[in-house]
């Protein structure tokens, strides 16, 4: 992986998740599991599909740390200062800003406004989206550790097939039943054991030494992406029938399934397929030659795009709150509204605190 592809994976993950967010009202299962309409049908896709972004982002996090290496030799002090800057100032203010506004915390005294805050922090339910905050903090945790496993074939299947075997467990548990005296001990989606292994796969993807790639050129790339589309069809089917046999979307539309884990590595496959191997310049190579020229006229914008992603994902829901009365237009059309709002307002407010940082 490069980069620039990189950067592109940032964006296509940053707009799917707004998506996601803003599709919340109309996916299947919400309202009840006996309607369906276009609208629904479509906002579903959009709402379960997407669900390889999540597991996406942990990849690029893990990958973008391990990459920049190349540049700097890893110093653990200046890591921990720049993890924390970058995640704990925005993960306190969004907690803050969210809770401020609640009626028990108005009409609280400040020893109750503080226990309010101290469990919001601690929980990660300061706002619906900053439980990835605490994901990729703890990830960064362990990131001195498991910079240090090097890259190899039998670590990689070992890794996926923990990976799999632990949501598999929690999966049917929570549809099935399954062992209930085991399950009891798992922890719920949110928690650190199950993100590690996307964490540990973005970094080897910086370390294999192109084997990643390679593996990949035995497919060509359309075929790469009708796996995907064969994946996604799987995963939306398996929701599909889980959300009827449980009379509820909330309960299993999670990120914790194996449909999703082969979702996040078939697009994650495909993507890497985008890159042209017979291009050796590594800033040229992951689209096809034809479309070559429009890439290069594109790649300054999708790299501002990515670094006003983070940006971004933390202002989105503010932006969902303010232009909620726009429902009214229904789920086709508010979801690429919402998405580009979120995105001007990301980028503004990126480029406020880029030209504040110079100063």
Same mark, same amino acid.
């Given at each position: 992986?490069?980069?620039?592809?990189?950067?592109?994976?940032?964006?296509?993950?940053?707009?799917?998740?707004?998506?996601? @967010?803003?599709?919340?009202?109309?996916?299947?299962? %919400?309202?009840?599991?006996?309607?369906?309409?276009?609208?629904?049908?479509?906002?579903?896709?959009?709402?379960?599909?997407?669900?390889?972004?999540? $597991?996406?982002?942990?990849?690029?996090?893990?990958?973008?740390?391990?990459?920049?290496?190349?540049?700097?030799?890893? =110093?653990?002090?200046? &890591?921990?200062?720049?993890?924390?800057?970058?995640? %704990?100032? $925005?993960?306190?203010?969004?907690?803050?800003?969210?809770?401020?506004?609640?009626?028990?915390?108005?009409?609280?005294?400040?020893?109750?406004?503080?226990?309010?805050?101290?469990? #919001?922090?601690? *929980?990660?339910?300061?706002?619906?989206?900053?439980? +990835?905050?605490?994901?990729?903090?703890?990830?960064?945790?362990?990131?001195?550790?498991?910079?240090?496993?090097?890259?190899?074939?039998?670590?990689?299947?070992?890794?996926?097939?923990?990976? +799999?075997?632990?949501?598999?467990?929690?999966?049917?548990?929570?549809?099935?039943?399954?062992?209930?005296?085991?399950?009891?001990?798992?922890?719920?989606?949110? @928690?650190?054991?199950?993100?590690?292994?996307?964490?540990?796969?973005?970094?080897?993807?910086?370390?294999?030494?192109?084997?990643?790639?390679?593996? %990949?050129?035995?497919?060509?790339? @359309?075929?790469?992406?009708?796996?995907?589309?064969?994946?996604? *069809?799987?995963?939306?089917?398996? +929701?599909?029938?889980?959300?009827?046999?449980? =009379?509820?979307?909330?309960?299993?539309?999670?990120?914790?399934?194996?449909?999703?884990?082969?979702?996040?590595?078939?697009?994650?496959?495909?993507?890497?397929?985008?890159?042209n191997p017979k291009i050796k310049r590594e800033?040229? =190579?992951?689209?096809?030659?034809? *479309?070559?020229?429009?890439?290069?006229?594109?790649?300054?914008?999708?790299?501002? &795009?990515?670094?006003?992603? +983070?940006?971004?994902?933390?202002? @989105?829901?503010?932006?969902?709150?303010?232009?909620? $009365?726009?429902?009214?237009?229904?789920?086709?059309?508010?979801?690429?509204? #919402?998405?580009?709002?979120?995105?001007?307002?990301?980028?503004?407010?990126?480029?406020?605190?880029?030209?504040?940082?110079?100063?």
């Amino acid at each position: 992986m490069t980069w620039e592809l990189s950067d592109l994976l940032r964006v296509i993950a940053t707009t799917i998740v707004i998506g996601i @967010h803003a599709s919340h009202h109309w996916w299947f299962g %919400v309202k009840d599991v006996t309607t369906i309409t276009p609208e629904i049908f479509i906002d579903t896709i959009i709402n379960q599909v997407g669900r390889f972004t999540v $597991p996406l982002f942990v990849i690029l996090s893990g990958f973008a740390l391990a990459k920049s290496e190349d540049n700097r030799p890893f =110093n653990l002090k200046i &890591f921990i200062q720049r993890r924390l800057w970058r995640i %704990v100032p $925005p993960y306190f203010l969004f907690t803050l800003l969210n809770i401020v506004g609640r009626s028990q915390f108005l009409t609280a005294d400040w020893l109750e406004r503080g226990k309010q805050f101290w469990q #919001a922090i601690s *929980t990660g339910m300061g706002d619906y989206h900053l439980y +990835f905050l605490g994901i990729i903090f703890q990830c960064y945790i362990v990131y001195p550790l498991l910079r240090r496993f090097n890259f190899s074939l039998q670590r990689l299947i070992g890794l996926v097939l923990i990976t +799999f075997a632990l949501v598999s467990l929690r999966w049917g548990s929570a549809i099935f039943g399954w062992l209930p005296n085991m399950t009891n001990f798992l922890p719920n989606g949110d @928690h650190v054991i199950y993100w590690l292994s996307y964490f540990q796969i973005g970094i080897w993807l910086a370390k294999d030494h192109g084997w990643t790639s390679l593996f %990949v050129t035995n497919w060509r790339s @359309h075929s790469w992406g009708y796996l995907f589309a064969i994946v996604a *069809t799987i995963e939306l089917s398996e +929701f599909y029938w889980t959300a009827i046999l449980k =009379n509820s979307a909330e309960a299993v539309g999670h990120y914790t399934r194996p449909t999703v884990l082969f979702l996040t590595f078939s697009f994650l496959l495909w993507s890497i397929s985008w890159q042209n191997p017979k291009i050796k310049r590594e800033s040229q =190579n992951f689209l096809p030659p034809l *479309t070559f020229g429009v890439w290069q006229a594109i790649q300054p914008q999708i790299k501002t &795009f990515s670094k006003a992603s +983070f940006t971004t994902y933390l202002v @989105h829901v503010w932006v969902l709150r303010a232009i909620a $009365p726009l429902e009214i237009v229904g789920g086709i059309l508010f979801v690429p509204l #919402a998405a580009s709002l979120s995105w001007l307002a990301g980028l503004i407010l990126w480029q406020i605190l880029q030209r504040k940082a110079l100063k």
